[in-house]
């Protein structure tokens, strides 16, 4: 698949030159997959590259050019309803679970579309008016860029064959004794604050109370895992949420998503898959692909030998947090193209700080802050509308752009759900 040259010159802005790196880095991110590879849908939470390819160009036309640049004309106007996503402001559009049937349009009309788009934008790129929805648009293509690396990851892991987007190996992990940071509780001011970009869902900034606790200072390890698995993990009930057990024994789950071992590995070791294909299992990389109720299970198996242990809440997370740069976390950089910060394919290696290896999971439920109120408009659907059932996650994952990560930050997920860059960072009272 081609992929267009990073556009940068002189004379951009530097909102200028985030706004073209970033729609650089989503074809470079691509460039290696074939017209088969970027098609296919491999289930309904994961969305083809094509896909993502053309949903974030819709959204720079649709909210951008259509709405803010006068006498823009669509470039193909049966297209918005293939690639809006869940904007129902927007319209109707093809079922979720579809957007793998879209051979056509074809990768190379979708890049050309890209292009024009792109250029489009040109004129609304200086104007102070449209400039948090550049913003969004920004942050909204970072966050497909870690979907587009996912989602091809699940897609990929499908194929028998083990086929590799990069080249590997991937690098060994450095192994870490686990520390803890400690807290004294009291009140503490959560939320995002300050002049510079945040979703809505992050503030108002607001005032909790914390007890007394501490954080850990390494994410959960593949070799803490497997000692979970060897201890009956999967098999104790009473290590489980019944929700989480009733998932349990209904997908006959037993080990993180990804992983393999003994006689179903062509090694006959610990293997999982990555985006480089099948590698040996690092035991200090740090665990991933792991749920919700996974996580709550290790951590209540592992109060039986560190008292008090237990996932921390959001707010425990962040007060740790402020005092650490997010821009200094393992990521691929919009500036170094489709280079993963120089190591190859997206994979955690339990680099310092809470940022950059894995999305970690916490005990809060995603729900609105005191005083929210979504963005006015379609833009207010994109995350207000999804507060029901989901869990918080905190920090970034090994395949989130640099510079989309703050210690406000909110992703979610549903419980069950683990084939993104998930992990597990351990809490405790003191």
């Not at 009291?186 to 604050?193: N, Q, R, S, T, W």
């Not at 060897?230 to 098999?235: F, L």
């Not at 979610?412 to 809490?427: D, I, M, V």
């Amino acid at each position: 698949m081609a992929s267009t040259n990073l556009r940068i010159s002189a004379e951009d802005s530097p909102l200028e030159e985030r706004f073209h790196a970033t729609r650089s880095l989503t074809e470079a991110l691509a460039a290696p997959l074939s017209e088969s590879d970027a098609t296919i849908q491999s289930m309904e939470d994961a969305s083809p590259a094509k896909w993502h390819l053309a949903h974030t160009t819709w959204f720079w036309e649709t909210f951008l050019l259509r709405d803010h640049l006068d006498g823009y004309a669509l470039h193909d106007e049966r297209w918005p309803f293939l690639f809006n996503s869940y904007y129902e402001a927007e319209g109707s559009r093809i079922a979720r679970n579809w957007r793998g049937m879209l051979s056509r349009p074809t990768v190379s009309e979708i890049l050309e579309w890209r292009a024009a788009v792109t250029e489009a934008m040109a004129p609304l790129l200086g104007n102070s008016a449209v400039t948090h929805l550049i913003e969004l648009g920004i942050a909204h293509e970072q966050q497909h860029q870690e979907l587009l690396l996912t989602d091809i990851k699940h897609a990929l892991f499908q194929n028998p064959l083990g086929p590799a987007m990069f080249d590997g190996p991937l690098p060994a992990a450095t192994a870490r004794d686990r520390g803890w940071t400690e807290h004294p509780g009291g009140i503490g001011a959560v939320g995002h604050k300050g002049d510079g970009f945040a979703f809505d869902c992050e503030g108002p900034r607001h005032r909790v109370l914390l007890e007394p606790f501490a954080l850990a200072d390494t994410l959960v390890t593949n070799a803490e895992w497997d000692a979970f698995i060897a201890d009956g993990g999967y098999e104790d009930a009473s290590l489980w949420l019944s929700d989480g057990w009733a998932w349990v024994n209904e997908n006959a789950i037993a080990a993180p998503d990804y992983w393999r071992d003994g006689e179903a590995s062509e090694s006959g070791g610990a293997e999982h898959f990555t985006l480089a294909g099948w590698q040996p299992r690092d035991p200090h990389a740090p665990v991933t692909h792991i749920s919700y109720f996974e996580a709550d299970a290790f951590a209540t198996w592992a109060a039986r030998s560190i008292a008090g242990t237990r996932l921390p809440t959001e707010f425990e997370w962040e007060a740790v947090a402020r005092g650490q740069h997010a821009e200094e976390a393992p990521a691929h950089d919009p500036a170094e193209g489709n280079q993963l910060d120089g190591a190859g394919p997206a994979q955690p290696l339990g680099s310092d700080g809470l940022f950059g290896d894995c999305w970690q999971f916490t005990r809060s439920a995603y729900l609105p802050y005191p005083r929210f109120q979504p963005a006015e408009g379609a833009v207010g659907e994109y995350n207000g509308k999804f507060m029901s059932g989901q869990f918080v996650l905190k920090g970034a994952s090994c395949a989130t752009a640099r510079g989309h990560s703050r210690a406000s930050y909110r992703n979610f997920f549903y419980p069950h759900q683990r084939w993104q860059f998930t992990g597990l960072r351990l809490a405790k009272d003191i």
